[in-house]
């Protein structure tokens, strides 16, 4: 990746190239994951989160049509979590909190309560959008819906997310318990880092290498 300026006005940026396609048209057009392949997309995104956590950067929009797979045969580097558009820093949040000036951004499916209602977003923030990715890769549809924003922001923040139901096969109890915890509905009952939630997916064994 590199930026500049050519002429010295004219501002550019050079981006990778994918091939492939997002996670939300393949979940549509195959109406789902299987849970091998759900797994290998929450190992590489738990990856990525590891690294932008590190680096003090919550993305803040983590859904399906975010989240990028790669066409190659190597399976390494195959998921990419796109659009930082929105993200911020640990300094940006606690800024906009002290100023008052905290305002609702993200996608309403896969918003967290505390982003919702304005509160300080962490790293917890992004591990409830995973949670929100994965129910939709599995079951084929969000954790919430609702006529409206209005009713959708309600759901979320005072209601349970429906029985996880994978729509190609059934969904092995550790990892709906794992996912369950993504999506509670304070950051202190989800994992305390993307690092802990990594070593505990990689406990339940379902990542072989496969392609989703």
Known sequence: MDAGFVDGTTPYLVMERLRGENLEARIRRRGGLRVEQAALVAREMLRGLVAAHHKGIIHCDLKPANVFVVERRVEAGQIKILDFG????GQDAMRAL?????????????????????????????????????????????PFQGPDKKQMF???????????????????????????????????????????????????????????
């Open 154 to 212: 309600r759901a979320i923040c005072d209601t349970l997310p429906p029985p996880l139901v994978g729509r190609r096969e059934p969904v092995p109890e550790g990892f709906r318990q794992l996912i369950a915890r993504f999506l509670a509905k304070s950051p202190g009952h989800r994992p305390a880092s993307a690092a802990e939630a990594l070593v505990e997916l990689e406990r339940l064994g379902l990542v072989a290498g496969q392609a989703p």
């Open 86 to 89: 929105i993200s911020k820093t």
């Open 98 to 142: 002290e100023s008052g000036e905290e305002q609702v951004l993200g996608t309403p499916h896969y918003m967290a309560p505390e982003q919702i209602q304005g509160q300080e977003v962490g790293p917890g923030t992004d591990l409830y959008g995973l949670g929100g990715v994965l129910f939709e890769a599995l079951a084929g549809v969000p």
